[in-house]
């Protein structure tokens, strides 16, 4: 099996999977999984990682709406470097710091690759999931897309400083808490927008029609991919963006946009079938782990 094919299979298996994080008595939980080789290239420093892996789970949280509390990470290493682990533990406490949660700990682990398995539990009331947009709603995106992206492009030509930098992101926290009291579906883009939006319309038997010219695309990966054609799709499928895509009824955006301070972009409208860019069909395409 592909990622895809395990992801549906365990769905059937386990009922309560699909959506970012499991929501249990209102508690919100998540886990992620970050490897050396796919997810950190030369050059991203353990303060990066330490940051961005903490941050991935929080995004999850953000994705539902919830409040986060605290957040542990299990470590696994070759070797341990004390250094490593110190910078490591600064990023992970910074991410956390900024957004009201607080990292607790985790365990440690040899093996042969530097990986990383993060935990987050939050709180929410009435999380928003994937099921639940409606016909008539519109489909919008906080900030931009491709900022990943761009990082990626940056380590491979040794501009590891600015790399590092646009690693690191700010979890949609404050944005999620806000869109949820408005939106009726919601998720994070780290698959890709692409993959956001089959995934939603999945949940919520629905299409989309999306606007190719509304698409938000970050400014650093237009500089550095000249082509806009291929900076607009690698903006849309390569993911590891960590904003957040959600729907929410049209005359409800304005009340959005005046309560928080970055931007949002109405990218598209939910329809009855089908995930159409410009009127045509768009093929499931987005980031796969392996």
């Known amino acids: 099996m592909d990622e895809q094919d395990a992801l549906k299979f365990i769905h059937g298996k386990v009922p309560r999977s699909g959506d970012d994080a499991a929501f249990i008595q209102n508690l919100l939980i998540t886990t992620d999984m970050l490897h050396k080789k796919s997810d950190f290239p030369q050059g991203t420093t353990h303060y990066t990682a330490g ?48 957004v009201g949660a607080e990292y607790v700990g985790g365990d440690l682990d040899n093996s042969n690759e530097f ?5 987050a539990i939050g709180e929410s009331v009435k999380p928003v999931f994937r099921r ?7 489909v919008c995106v906080t900030g931009d897309l491709g900022r ?26 404050e944005e999620g808490l806000i869109i949820a009291q408005y939106s009726t579906s919601m998720m994070d883009s780290s698959d890709g927008l692409v993959r956001s939006l089959y995934e939603i319309g999945k949940a919520s038997m629905c299409g989309f029609e999306i606007d190719s010219n509304t698409i938000p695309i970050n400014e650093m990966l237009k500089e550095i991919v000249e082509d806009g054609e291929v900076a607009l799709r690698v903006a849309m499928t390569y993911g590891e963006d960590f904003e957040l895509v959600f729907t929410a009824p049209r005359e409800k955006i304005k009340e959005i946009e005046e309560d928080i301070e970055i931007s949002i ?14 009127g045509e069909l768009i093929e499931n395409r987005g980031y796969t782990h392996g």
Do not use: H
């Not at 109405?266 to 089908?274: A, Y």
């Open 265 to 278: 972009t109405v990218i598209g409208e939910v329809v009855e079938k089908d995930i159409k860019m410009d």
């Open 132 to 138: 639940g947009a409606e016909l008539g709603d519109v």
């Open 148 to 173: 990943s992206a761009a990082a990626k492009r940056l380590f491979e030509r040794n501009e590891n400083e600015k790399a590092n930098e646009m690693f690191r992101f700010k979890p949609r926290i």
């Open 51 to 98: 940051w961005r892996s903490v941050g991935a789970s929080l995004s999850d949280i953000a994705a539902m709406g919830g409040d986060p509390i605290a957040v542990v990470a299990a470590y696994s290493s070759p070797e341990f470097r004390k250094e490593e682990i110190d910078e490591f533990i600064r990023g992970a406490n910074e991410v956390c710091q900024i």
């Open 115 to 119: 990986s990383v398995v993060t935990t």
